[in-house]
């Protein structure tokens, strides 16, 4: 087995997204852009990683500790160029692999097969091999020179002639170094260019120089576009649904107007889901088989059983878990709560810290006081319920099996099974009270 490291070159200040997360950090589908490339080895079965963060980038440590607790993280305290953030990783290349694989933390999208297909041509014999591509407009990407078969140099935009810079073959940006020259080669590279920066891209022609043997493979525009703005960040977002979109179609669900519905990067979806238009996923929901989620509802960390429907202008919470067949309805909220196979909350209601029994139903504006101001208390209604309109229970509270609640009521102790409890003011009426009452002239 061959081993191999990858390193992450995430110190770019990124500068043009105008904030102060670091750029790589920034979300698509809900997961920081160095999120991805992280999956995606981890995919490729990419033994070691090497992250190479800025200075103050703590938080991109963190990040990269969570998803890839294995990863090494190496700091480039003055930003010098792309080869010089490889070198700050010196001590995990000092470390014997195979196959040294370097990628850029802004590039979202890189496949598993791509950082495989790099791999297998460096097990081929290749000391370098670089993924091209043929974006749409190859302004401001290195591009690649080639010699008859041969890849012989990478030139940046700014230092290429005109003739070079009508070349359509660009760097994509992954690069793939053999493990027994690579810091030979990282070494020999110096800043003598017009950003009199150390250019990864140099390895190229430093490894012709050295007789290696170098390599083009070609990749998608798609797989390596980069994120340097908040518009590049937008569009990478559409590239994202856009795929998510059409697999969640692919497992069979139906999708009204995929353009109108936003899914996460861990979104699960079920065969014959309905996803009406205007739905939103956040991260961390399950959607199992012949659910229906309609319109303008709001979702995450949510888990729905198969058959229930939810929406419109419904939101799920965190912790929320639908039972199947359970009905949730318009403008009603669920945060971490159990509702049971068949029970009903369809309108107007607020569902937090509890479990709602199966098969019983919720009436319009039932409201669970889960919260005292200090602690978070539960609310236990129990199979088969019925809570009347407009009650309030008041946690911690349990409702017993087939209990009913007079609607108006505010619940503050618990209820017997079978039992009805009213917990409201007694109706008072005074007859002929308004027919006595002097008009208005
Ligand atoms: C780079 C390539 C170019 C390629 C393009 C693809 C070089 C010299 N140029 O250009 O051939 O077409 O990517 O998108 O490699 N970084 C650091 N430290 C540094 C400099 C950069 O960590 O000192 C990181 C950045 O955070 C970024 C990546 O390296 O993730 C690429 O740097 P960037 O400045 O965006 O390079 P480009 O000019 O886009
Ligand atoms: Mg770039």
Known sequence: MRTSLAIVLAAGEGTRMRSALPKVLHPVGGLPLIGHVLRALAAAGIDRVAAVIGPDHRAVAEVVARQSPGATVH???ERRGTAHAVLAARDALAEAADDVIVVFGDTPFVSPATVRLIRDTLAGGASVVVGGMVPANPTGYGRLIIEG???VAIREEKDASEAERAITFVNGGIMGLGGATALAILQAIGSDNAQHEFYLTDAVAIANGRGLAVQAVQVSADEVFGVNDRAQLAEAERLFQGRRRREVMANGATLVAPDTVFLSHDTQIGRDVMLEPNVVFGPGVTVDDGVTIRGFSHLEGARIA??????????????AVIGENAHIGNFVEIKQADVEQGAKINHLTYIGDARVGAKSNIGAGTITGN?????????DIGRGAFIGSNSVLVAPVAIGDGAYVASGSVITENVEPDALAIARGRQVQKPDWAAKRPKKA
Not at 307 to 319: E, H, K, M, S, T
Not at 371 to 379: A, E, I, L
């Open 149 to 151: 078969n041969r890849l």
């Open 371 to 379: 919260y005292d101001g200090v602690h978070k208390h539960h609310t």
């Open 75 to 77: 700091v480039q305290s």
């Open 306 to 319: 198969s058959g229930a429907i939810v929406g419109p202008f419904a939101r799920l919470r965190p912790g």
